[in-house]
Structures are given as C-alpha cells and as structure tokens.
C-alpha cells in the first residue's frame, strides 16, 4: 500500500475513535506509514524524539494503543519485553528471527487466500485480516550460529 494511503488510514482511523488529530499524532502516523520495520513503542518515541521534542511518551503509547484497537496496525508479541507493531495492513507473512529480533514482511507467493475459503468453507469464520508469522532464525544468524558452531568444535578437539 502506498505510503501517503497508510497515512491517510491511520488519520482516519483516530478520526473514527474521536481523537483530535494534533501535529504530534500526524507525526507519529506519518513515521508508521513510512517505516517498512516492525518498530516497539519505544522505538517509535526515539525515532521521533529529536525531530519533535514536544512529542511525550505517553501520545506515543496511546496513539499506538488506539490504532491497534481500532485494527489500523497489529501487535506482534515476541515475549514479554518485546512488542513490536505491524504497519502493513496487507495479508502479508512476517519472518520474525528468534535470535536477532528482526522482523521481514514477505510478500512471495501465500495461500492466505486459499487458507481463508478453505476456512470459511469449514467453520464459517470469514477472515478480514491476515497476519502469518512464521518464528525462526534469519539467514545471518544460521550464518553465525554456524561458525559458532564450528569454532566450539575446535576448540574441543
Ligand atoms: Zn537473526
Ligand atoms: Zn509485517
């Protein structure tokens, strides 16, 4: 989806939940539809912090907090002390690293939309959005765990 379109949706959707729509929010919803990361509240606030010294934490939380209620961006879980937010509203599968906690939307091809009929025709749940995550491990930390290996097993010998 076209940035200046996320943009215009987050707007909207703070607009629905009756918030006013002030400098700090636009700023905060134009950082979110630029950003093609999967950002924590925490990284979103420091992104902006410099630009906008007038931004405060807690906008940076609500604003977050009520996009996500209101379905404008998802929250992606990654234990306790790392929730991140999805910013792309299309059925996508996020490729989360275990090790390095870096996030990549992949867009080849799916079978989302296999999945949802085949749902739908099954137990009648329509699905409205889609967000996969597959858990694993990105190609530099096989790369690094590898070596890691590797050097354990000489020091062993
Ligand atoms: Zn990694
Ligand atoms: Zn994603």
Request: hydrophobic share 35%; aromatic share 6%.
């Amino acid at each position: 989806m076209h940035t200046q379109n996320k943009y215009e949706r987050f707007l909207q959707a703070l607009r629905q939940a009756g918030l006013r729509v002030t400098p700090q929010r636009k700023a905060i919803c134009r950082y979110l539809a630029e950003t093609d990361q999967h950002p924590s509240a925490y990284q979103v606030y420091a992104r902006l912090e410099s630009s906008h010294p007038e931004i405060s934490r807690a906008t940076v939380y609500n604003t977050l907090n009520t996009l996500q209620q209101l379905g404008a961006i998802v929250e992606l879980s990654l234990g306790s002390d790392h929730t991140h937010y999805d910013t792309n509203p299309e059925p996508h599968v996020n490729l989360i690293c275990l090790r390095c906690h870096k996030i990549i939307d992949y867009h080849g091809q799916l079978g989302i939309e296999l999945l949802s009929a085949q749902v739908l025709a099954e137990t009648g749940f329509q699905t409205a959005a889609a967000k996969i995550d597959l858990l694993g491990f990105c190609a530099e930390c096989r790369e690094q765990r590898r070596a890691e290996i590797q050097m354990q097993a000489q020091q062993q010998k």
